[in-house]
């Protein structure tokens, strides 16, 4: 992996990652915001190996109440990108889309077990 130069906001790679309310549970849809800010919050703070994302991409955190927006969007600087423009972006760095996409996955996977766990013990 090449080093990571620092970028300005408008260079990184922007994803909005939409998640579903019915990750939530059957409560999902009640759920949804408040969950989607505080993991927001908490993916923005990362202290593990996802930090390294973070230098290059903005990862963007929303309800996938509207079933007609694509679950991932790609843009730079509010233009948009194919997810082939996006793994050519991230490829001149030495990494990966699919591997974003997979540290992604597991981290919100983490928050939200967190999340639930949380609800329960209240």
Same mark, same amino acid.
């Given at each position: ?6 970028? +300005? ?5 922007? /994803? ?13 849809? #009640? ?6 800010? @505080?993991? %927001?919050? %908490? =993916? ?7 930090? @390294?994302?973070?230098?290059? /991409? ?17 843009? =730079?600087?509010? #233009? *948009?990108? @194919? +997810? &082939? #423009? *996006? &793994?050519?972006?991230?490829? *001149? ?15 919100? /996977? ?11 013990? %209240?």
């Amino acid at each position: 992996m090449k080093k990571i130069p620092s970028l +300005s906001d408008d260079r990184k790679l922007n /994803v909005i990652f939409r998640i579903e309310p019915g990750c939530l549970g059957p409560e999902g849809g #009640k759920l949804i915001d408040d969950f989607c800010r @505080s993991a %927001q919050t %908490q =993916i923005e703070h990362a202290s593990d190996h996802f930090t @390294s994302w973070n230098k290059l /991409v903005i990862c963007q955190l929303a309800p996938g109440n509207n079933k007609a927006l694509p679950e991932v969007q790609y843009k =730079i600087n509010n #233009k *948009a990108l @194919s +997810s &082939e #423009k *996006a &793994e050519k972006y991230l490829s *001149a760095f030495g990494m990966q889309l699919n591997d974003f996409e997979h540290d992604l996955n597991e981290k919100v /996977v983490d928050l939200i077990d967190t999340h639930l766990a949380s609800l329960s013990r %209240q």
